[in-house]
């Protein structure tokens, strides 16, 4: 599209990598040294130990959880987060969490937000704090290996996967809690189900608009009544959507919402339920995998692209 007839021949659509990308991971699994032995889904199991190896493995079930990678999302998403896996973990103790850490953070940077001396969001808002901390028999482990965690009051660890691009931990994932923007579109391409979470609590955080709403948020001073104002109206336009709003990029591909956008003074035990709700339902979850598969492109791009490649070089 947008280009003239001149140039057509000198394009070629080869179609979604992404879509390889899943098929790819899923294929191989990984040993994450979790404690979980993953592989393909009908495999995933805790490992057994000398204590229990005359009982049979339990069935696990991975949940990634995606913050986002700038301050402003850090300091709402990170504690929420959190906070709604003690949720999830309370009533599903089989559950495991693990955070893909962005290329641009590094762990020490992202555990502070979940330290409410960094982030005193976390005890306005009454939401988790964690610590980090390393697995003491894990140093020497491989760079990818998630050894670093956040531990919460209630004794949940959430591993830190710092191996980037994270698409084969992702893959492994029964569900993710994440916030708007690329996230989504990632998610969406390998076929990952999702709740998409955008919090109100604080509307002066929010000020990543663009053009004047953006200059008039971030103005010195009246910056912050300017983005309660812009970001209250657009609340309650959203609200007014209902159950059609289309923030995440998977909805907005299909052109009606797909996957779950919670949007509003969000309630972690309310969000919680609801995951455990998908997680009971194994059925709705497939649904929604389907959905995310016809919005993304089909397989085989790869190798299209790999024979385009050797005949240049033929």
Not at 58 to 85: F, H, N, W
Not at 195 to 201: A, E, G, K, R, S
Not at 265 to 283: G, I, K, Q, S
Request: charged share 20%.
């Amino acid at each position: 599209a947008g280009v003239t007839a001149k140039y057509t021949d000198k394009f070629t659509v080869v179609g979604d990598l992404m879509a390889d990308v899943s098929r790819w991971a899923l294929d191989e699994g990984f040993d994450d040294n979790l404690g979980i032995r993953l592989g393909k889904p009908e495999n995933r199991s805790i490992s057994k130990t000398s204590s229990n190896a005359s009982q049979p493995d339990i069935p696990i079930e991975l949940i990634g959880i995606l913050p986002g990678s700038k301050s402003l999302k850090l300091t709402q998403g990170m504690p929420l987060s959190l906070a709604i896996a003690e949720g999830i973990h309370r009533v599903r103790p089989h559950t495991r969490f693990v955070i893909p850490v962005a290329p641009t953070l590094d762990i020490e940077t992202l555990a502070r937000f979940a330290n409410p001396q960094h982030n005193p969001a976390i005890r306005t808002l009454g939401w988790a704090e964690a610590e980090l901390k390393f697995e003491a028999d894990c140093f020497g482990c491989a760079e990818h290996t998630a050894n670093a965690y956040l531990q919460t009051r209630s004794g949940l660890k959430v591993y830190l996967w710092t191996h980037t691009p994270p698409y084969d931990v992702l893959s492994q994932c029964r569900l993710c809690l994440t916030t708007v923007g690329a996230n989504t579109a990632e998610l969406g391409s390998l076929a990952v189900p999702m709740l998409v979470l955008l919090p109100t609590q604080q509307l002066s955080a929010m000020r990543a608009w663009d053009g004047l709403p953006g200059l008039l948020v971030n103005l010195p001073v009246v910056g912050s009544g300017m983005a309660k104002f812009i970001n209250g109206c657009a609340f309650v336009w959203v609200s007014r959507q209902a159950e059609d709003s289309r923030f995440a990029w998977p909805n907005i591909w299909a052109g009606k919402q797909i996957v779950p956008e919670l949007i509003g003074r969000l309630e972690t035990e309310a969000v919680a339920r609801l995951a455990c709700d998908y997680l009971e339902n194994p059925e709705r979850l497939e649904e929604m995998r389907s959905c995310l598969r016809q919005v993304r492109g089909k397989p085989g791009a790869a190798q299209k692209l790999a024979r385009l490649v050797a005949d240049v070089l033929a």
